[in-house]
């Protein structure tokens, strides 16, 4: 009998179920409402190569960039449309136009987030910006070695343990495979995401969904906004919005996230983006402006890349302590809340106004109610 990875350190990358030659394994929704690895064992060769190719069963050392940079797109519309200063667009604007393809998270027609490909500068558009909810990768991986095998430049951008899976699933190296992970503070479940539509939605048909809003926020986009067919745009700080609030507090995540196996650049990627929080007690000619991102660069394909976007961007090399100075989730996994299984349980009770109300919320009421949850 075939026995994977244990259940608390499986992060549902999707390697093994792609590499499975008879289709004997699938990725199934559990009942936190995330995707776990299911072996029909009648079907099942015992192979070993479900259990080989995952990327967690193979622990790597942790690692340091080459070097670090604060950068900013020129162009204001991509940084607007980016969580902070418009690097992957940049990135994937320049893959494009060489007539490559680029792979990363968008919204199905039904707001369920997924990994995508564009293969035009209008696809970018929709794998721009922050998803707070885990992507399935469903066969991107099989389709990606196609596009690489028949020599076809291929910007992959995920999590890190994403990116982890694919180079694994691939089982060598590409030259033609430009790997890109994000910084990662966990990835909440797609069927708490579900929850939250369902009651958003009593407002009115949602169009859209955008987790860092710079409308009111450009520096930091610290606001989530909903526009709907027939009613205003809902935008609120993420602080008082109850999905983003239930991230905030480390409630709605993967289990894995708590002890992250890819932290401090193990993923294998070549470059490393996210926030450049802090930029602004440094001496940084960038410190002043709006949305700022930090790019690692962690392999020489990363820095060849990375030379061919310098005329459109504006970059600033600075060091991985000052990265790290106000964003230690490039180096440290979040911390449990314990209440995190009770909370997804009662999911499927109730809608996310009382989840929160009962688990998140700072009333003299909901403190109460946490106390005895505990007990």
């Not at 994937?92 to 369920?112: I, K, Q």
């Not at 899976?165 to 994000?182: I, Q, R, T």
């Not at 009651?199 to 520096?219: H, L």
């Not at 709907?228 to 894995?256: E, H, T």
């Amino acid at each position: 009998m075939i026995s994977l990875v244990v259940r608390d350190r499986c992060t549902g990358c999707g390697a093994c179920e792609q590499s499975c030659a008879v289709g004997a394994l699938k990725m199934k929704e559990d009942e936190e409402g995330f995707l776990f690895p299911v072996i029909d064992e009648e079907s099942c060769v015992s192979c070993n190569k479900c259990v080989n190719v995952c990327p967690v069963a193979s622990d790597k050392a942790e690692a340091k960039p080459a070097d670090v940079y604060a950068v900013r797109a020129k162009d204001e519309d991509t940084v607007f449309l980016s969580s902070s200063g418009g690097v992957f667009g940049t990135l994937a604007e320049c893959v494009v136009n060489a007539g490559g393809v680029v792979f990363g998270a968008g919204y199905d027609e039904n707001l369920c987030v997924l990994h995508k490909c564009a293969t035009s500068l209008q696809d970018i558009g929709a794998l721009m910006g922050s998803k707070y909810v885990q992507s399935d990768v469903r066969n991107t991986y099989k389709e990606i070695k196609e596009y690489l095998t028949e020599g076809k430049q291929v910007l992959f951008t995920g999590t890190s343990c994403q990116c982890a899976g694919l180079k694994s699933y691939l089982e060598k190296d590409y030259d033609n495979l430009l790997l890109v992970d994000f910084v990662c503070h966990g990835v909440p479940s797609p069927a708490l995401f579900k929850n939250y539509l369902e009651f958003m939605g009593q407002k009115g048909e949602i169009t859209r969904v955008r987790f860092r809003d710079k409308t009111e926020d450009k520096k930091r986009g610290h606001y989530i906004s909903i526009e709907y067919k027939n009613a205003p745009v809902y935008r609120v700080p993420s602080v008082s919005d109850p999905y983003m609030l239930a991230f905030l507090q480390n409630i709605s995540l993967r289990r894995c996230c708590y002890e992250c196996s890819f932290k401090a650049f193990k993923s294998g990627s070549d470059i490393t983006i996210g926030d450049f929080w802090g930029l602004s007690k440094t001496d940084s000619p960038l410190r002043e402006k709006d949305g700022v991102s930090l790019c690692a660069i962690n392999t020489e394909k990363g820095r060849h890349f990375f030379e061919k976007i310098k005329d459109k961007i504006d970059s600033d090399p600075r060091t991985l302590e000052e990265a790290l100075g106000e964003n230690r989730a490039i180096i440290t996994s979040t911390k449990k809340n314990p209440l995190r299984e009770k909370y997804l349980m009662d999911m499927h009770k109730m809608n996310i106004k009382k989840l929160n109300d009962k688990y998140c919320s700072n009333s003299f009421g909901a403190k109460i109610r946490r106390f005895i949850a505990k007990a």
